[in-house]
């Protein structure tokens, strides 16, 4: 019997053998430079927050080297008009595992890529809270889980259930401003230090500054709230803080700001390029192009080979091959 996982291999497998070339040519024709959204490279297994395998990853490094000019944002002008299209791989959080993982597959390569920090994060050493609530969920039991209550949030985590139940209780989350997530959060915290939970390594100081010597490093935000709800007052006073971080702290000077979850007010854009951020980083799932200081990223995950390589490529975009 075919399973959903094998029907979606085999799907992915087509779109390689029917359009890659296509989506290739598009891109070229086009002059788009691809961003790649990344976030953890593990071996863990983790149904509420996956991370890229190692060997998935490394499969990536191999298929981009060869399609693609693998560059960084410091790179894009002298690359901008190469033959060859380009592309940048875009890591947000900062998570250790880019050090014990990413990096040593990075430097097999001679890949230089984009890391975006979040200060509050290398700090505390703990996670953003979207992540510990993966760490929560995986290492909690279900009935725990559902002893939780939250105002209209009606769905009930069973085992079949995992990563749609982690996405909606995140969504419902992520939806609110800080003060009422924090309200809510209680509840969760409790049990977290009940139960001892594991939490993801983060990345710490040091070793930020020791990435600093090959990769770029932006920033996540000071705190990694979505600032499409946050009060303007909210926003400026946090990016001040990245400011305040990256020359203080990091010695290092701050020309990469991604939005955390891709949200933001129209406003911001203005403030951050009035504030000298060269490269503003969304998400909005599309190419970019070399025209603007506003850059779009697709989301990257993939569980086959082939499915990594159509994702490379800007699957799902329109095509329009001549």
Not at 34 to 59: A, D, G, K
Not at 152 to 167: C, H, I, Y
Not at 275 to 288: A, D, M, P, Q
Request: glycine letters at 4%.
């Amino acid at each position: 019997m075919v399973n959903k996982q094998n029907l979606k291999k085999i799907y992915f497998q087509l779109q390689i053998i029917l359009n890659q070339r296509k989506y290739l040519h598009n891109i070229s024709k086009n002059n788009y430079l691809t961003i790649l959204n990344l976030h953890r490279v593990s071996n863990e297994n983790n149904p509420f927050y996956p991370s890229l395998t190692t060997q998935l990853f490394e499969e990536l490094l191999k298929f981009i080297t060869k399609e693609f000019n693998v560059i960084t944002f410091r790179e894009i002008e002298e690359y901008r008009n190469s033959k060859k299209p380009n592309i940048i791989l875009s890591f947000d959080d900062g998570f250790y595992d880019f050090v014990e993982y990413a990096m040593p597959l990075l430097d097999k390569y001679n890949i230089s890529v984009n890391q975006n920090i979040i200060p509050s994060c290398i700090e505390s050493g703990k996670p953003v809270w979207d992540v510990m609530l993966g760490d929560f969920l995986n290492q909690t039991s279900i009935n725990i889980v559902n002893q939780l209550k939250f105002p209209n949030f009606k769905m009930v985590l069973t085992p079949n259930s995992k990563a749609q139940f982690g996405l909606a209780l995140t969504h419902y989350l992520k939806n609110r401003p800080k003060e009422k997530r924090e309200i809510l959060w209680k509840q969760i915290d409790t049990v977290i230090q009940k139960e001892n939970i594991e939490l993801t390594r983060m990345l710490n100081r040091d070793e930020v500054i020791e990435i600093s010597k090959t990769h770029e490093i932006g920033c996540h935000s000071y705190s990694h709230e979505s600032m499409g709800i946050e009060s303007k007052e909210f926003f400026e006073n946090d990016f001040s803080k990245c400011q305040n971080y990256f020359k203080e702290e990091l010695n290092l000077p701050l020309n990469i700001y991604a939005f955390p979850s891709g949200s933001y007010q129209q406003y911001q854009l203005d403030f951050l390029r009035e504030s000298g951020i060269k490269h503003i980083l969304l998400v909005n799932e599309n190419y970019s192009t070399y025209d603007r200081y506003i850059y779009n990223r697709f989301t990257f995950y993939g569980n086959s080979i082939s499915e990594i390589k159509m994702r490379a490529l800007g699957w799902k975009r329109k095509i329009n091959d001549d």
